[in-house]
């Protein structure tokens, strides 16, 4: 790939990985909410989009370092 394309990956990853956070963060509160609610299913529910969000922020954040390492 090109440098650019290489850059605009990279900010794409970021942008990505900064979305998923935030959604993990999200799915958390209400998470929350709902146990403190006594929504047992929706509360697992939740929980279990916020393990993935997680997840998934990490593996865009740890390519991300990669790919700068690749490049330096």
């Known amino acids: 790939m090109s440098d650019s394309r290489d850059a605009l990956h990279t900010e794409t990853d970021a942008a ?8 993990a963060d999200m799915a958390g509160e209400l ?5 403190r609610s006594e929504l047992t299913m ?10 993935e969000a997680e997840a998934k922020a990490r593996e865009l954040s740890a390519s991300d370092v ?7």
């Not at 990505?16 to 959604?23: M, R």
């Not at 998470?31 to 146990?35: G, I, K, N, Q, S």
């Open 42 to 51: 929706l509360a697992y529910f939740l929980n279990l989009a916020r393990v």
């Open 16 to 23: 990505t990985a900064s979305l998923a956070d935030y959604i």
């Open 66 to 72: 990669a790919e700068a390492r690749g490049r330096a």
């Open 31 to 35: 998470a929350t909410m709902a146990e």
